[in-house]
């Protein structure tokens, strides 16, 4: 029996109706050409990032100390992105970041790494206010820091952050964060108290604290380190951090490589 003019219409609107929801749905279900793209790795933030400590820097990143054996270096060398632009640079702060490094990022990112915040503390200050003049400076000097962590440094991370967001919105963004200091009643004779080392290191947990706070509300990923430094802390007697360094001071309480390595590759990894 034939079908009737009424009911073959009707069979063809809902066979062109299928073949819509079908063919709307497998373009909703493959990523659109920008997406497939966003496979470039960009490596932003400060010293702990640009690798300082772990030596055979890079003699054209000039003061910026961009080691091959940085983590970032290390990473891209064993996914071979798309593209890598490497513009972390020793001493950068939040607005160093913004003014100086943001440019290669685009559609085309896919990944994007970064540590930042602990110039704007002022830890570099608080390790020299330790190591040179009494307990109770050390003390108040970190407590000055962490009263920065409080009032001035989430709005500073989020213009950072923001940032990025606006110009690679294809990215994954891991923040990384910093490592404790020192082994508490570990090895080290010398040096500093071990009430300086115990306020030391619980001021790098509040930056982290606060750090990973701002990456989560911007929909990042935070990666924390203490894990993996954990027993390679200096007074450990397997040391991941340079102790005082007086030869290079720039590279005191800085991974070196076995810290770029073990310590931070192995988070961005899995992060990522």
């Known amino acids: 029996m034939r079908l009737s003019r009424f009911t073959a219409y009707v069979s063809s609107l809902l066979l062109a109706i299928a073949f819509a929801l079908t063919g709307a749905a497998a373009a909703h279900a493959t990523p659109s050409a920008e997406t497939r793209a966003a496979t470039g790795y960009v490596a932003l933030g400060d010293s702990y990032s640009s690798g300082v400590g772990a030596g055979s820097y890079d003699s054209a990143s000039g003061n910026c100390k961009r080691s091959t054996k940085a983590y970032p270096a290390l990473w891209a060398a064993a996914h071979s992105p798309s593209s890598f632009n490497f513009t972390a640079c020793s001493g950068a702060r939040t607005g160093d970041v913004l003014a100086n490094q943001l440019g290669p990022l685009g559609s085309g990112t896919g990944l994007v790494s970064i540590s930042v915040g602990g110039n704007d503390a002022g830890f570099a200050d608080v390790m020299t206010t330790c190591v040179l003049q009494s307990e109770a400076n050390c003390l108040a000097r970190i407590a000055q820091a962490r009263s920065y962590v409080d009032s001035t440094l989430p709005a500073s991370l989020d213009k950072v952050y923001s940032a990025i967001s606006a110009k690679a919105p294809a990215a994954h963004v891991v923040v990384l964060g910093y490592p404790r200091f020192y082994k508490l009643s570990g090895s080290c004779v010398a040096g500093l108290s071990e009430r300086e080392r115990s306020a030391i290191n619980g001021a790098a947990d509040y930056l982290n604290t606060a750090t990973a706070k701002r990456a989560a509300d911007h929909g990042f990923t935070f990666g924390d380190v203490t894990g993996?430094?954990?027993?390679?802390?200096?007074?450990?007697?397997?040391?991941?951090?340079?102790?005082?360094?007086?030869?290079?001071?720039?590279?005191?309480?800085?991974?070196?490589?076995?810290?770029?390595?073990?310590?931070y590759l192995p988070v961005l990894t899995s992060a990522a």
Do not use: R
């Not at 007074?235 to 001071?249: E, F, R, T």
């Open 228 to 263: 993996t430094f954990t027993g390679h802390e200096i007074c450990s007697g397997d040391a991941w951090l340079h102790s005082l360094n007086i030869l290079s001071p720039g590279e005191s309480y800085h991974p070196k490589a076995a810290g770029q390595s073990g310590g």
